[in-house]
């Protein structure tokens, strides 16, 4: 191999119910096509491997729920602070380690819940981020799957947003930050809380702003 090829590591497990295995694979072959040596790992030991992770441009993380230990935790912060990136889609990155707030702020986000089942919303693209890369020349589009209702940290860049209508328990609409990027120390951070199943993948905004966010998290 030589030195400018890049590298990306995607690093899947966790709970079976978000299909970590199979919705990865739906992004393996991008990520070959453009360019990078995909290296899979299915075992949180990874991210104690400083040197490996040192020379990884993109770690992908398909992992929901689960326990990471401290070194774990560290260890993937501290490769995000030196320049790696980071990306990921639902709960595969923002409802995974719920007892780790280090990891939490690495993110941006933490999931709290989703009404029962999967129904119609609305995803909206924010104006004043048309140029952003990763959503660029895209438009408002609908999709049938669970809405995430998020915690988020004040300093991500909201790219994207769903509503959440008044109930019984809520007095007015919420609007909820559905796809974001951060940076953190010299590291990008891109999430999209879209993807629960693999159909999800086939609506076109989706897909793409995936991808894109997949490079843009990059090194």
């Known amino acids: 191999m030589t030195a400018d090829i890049r590298r990306a590591l995607v690093v899947r ?9 199979t919705i990865t694979d739906l992004f393996l072959p991008f990520l070959e096509e453009q360019g990078y040596c995909v290296k899979t790992a299915e075992d949180l030991a990874v991210y104690e491997d400083a040197e490996l992770l040192a020379g990884t441009d993109l770690v992908v993380q398909c992992w929901t729920m689960g ?3 401290r070194e774990q935790s560290e260890g993937l912060s501290a490769a995000v ?10 709960g595969g990155i923002v409802d995974a380690f719920r007892g780790d707030l280090s990891y939490q702020m690495l993110t941006g986000g933490q999931f709290i819940m ?8 609305t995803v909206r693209l924010l104006p004043e ?5 990763v959503i660029t020349g ?3 589009f609908t999709v049938h799957t669970e809405q995430y209702w998020m915690s988020t940290d004040p300093l991500v860049e909201v790219l994207a947003t769903t509503t959440f209508p008044a109930d019984e328990v809520h007095d007015r609409p919420a609007v909820m930050p559905a796809v974001w990027t951060r940076t953190f120390g010299r590291g990008r951070v891109f999430v999209s809380t879209i993807g629960h199943k693999p159909d999800d993948f086939d609506v076109p905004q989706v897909r793409t702003l995936t991808e894109r966010g997949l490079l843009w998290a990059s090194r």
């Open 13 to 21: 497990g966790g709970w079976d119910g978000h299909q970590p295995v």
């Open 67 to 69: 326990t990471i230990t």
């Open 81 to 90: 602070r030196a320049g790696t990136g980071l990306a990921g889609w639902h």
């Open 114 to 121: 989703h009404p029962p089942g999967y129904h119609d919303h």
């Open 129 to 133: 981020h048309a140029s952003h890369p």
């Open 138 to 140: 895209l438009r408002d």
